[in-house]
C-alpha cells in the first residue's frame, strides 16, 4: 500500500491505556531511510480540525506540540519494521479521536487513521 497503516485504537475506559501503532510502507516518498525520517502523530476529535500533537526524529528525539501531553504520552520507533508507536497513559476523555502518523507537513497520503474512544 502506498499509504501509512495505523492500527491498535479501540474502547477504553478512562485511566486505561492505549498503544497505536504506524507502519509506513517503503513505497512512500522520503529522501532518506526510515530510520531518518521524521514521524509524527496527529489526532482529529469529532468535528474538530486535525492537529500534530507529536514527532519523533531519526535519532529518537521527541518533539510536544501538544504541551499538556507530555506525561501521558510517549512516542517511540522501531526502525527495523518502519514503525512507529504512540504510548497513551492514562486516557482521559477528551482523548477520544481518531489518530493519524505523517511526515510533518503531511508530506505523505493520509492513511485510515485509527479510532481512540475513551469512555465510562
Known amino acids: 500500500q502506498a499509504q501509512v497503516v495505523e492500527s491498535g485504537g479501540g474502547l477504553v475506559q478512562p485511566g486505561g491505556s492505549l498503544r497505536p501503532s504506524c507502519t509506513v510502507p517503503?513505497?512512500?516518498?522520503?529522501?532518506?531511510?526510515?530510520?531518518?525520517?521524521?514521524i509524527a502523530w496527529y489526532r482529529q476529535a469529532p468535528l474538530d480540525k486535525r492537529e500534530l500533537i507529536l514527532e519523533?526524529?531519526?535519532?529518537?528525539?521527541?518533539?510536544f506540540y501538544v504541551d499538556s501531553l507530555k506525561g501521558r504520552f510517549t512516542i517511540s520507533r522501531d526502525n527495523a519494521h518502519n514503525t512507529a508507536y504512540l504510548q497513551i497513559n492514562s486516557l482521559e476523555v477528551e482523548d477520544t479521536a481518531d489518530y493519524y502518523c505523517?511526515?510533518?507537513?503531511?508530506?505523505?497520503?493520509w492513511g485510515q487513521g485509527t479510532q481512540v474512544t475513551v469512555s465510562s
Open positions: 505523517n511526515r510533518p507537513g503531511a508530506l505523505w497520503p
Open positions: 517503503d513505497t512512500l516518498p522520503r529522501s532518506v531511510p526510515f530510520s531518518m525520517s521524521t
Open positions: 519523533i526524529t531519526g535519532d529518537g528525539t521527541p518533539n
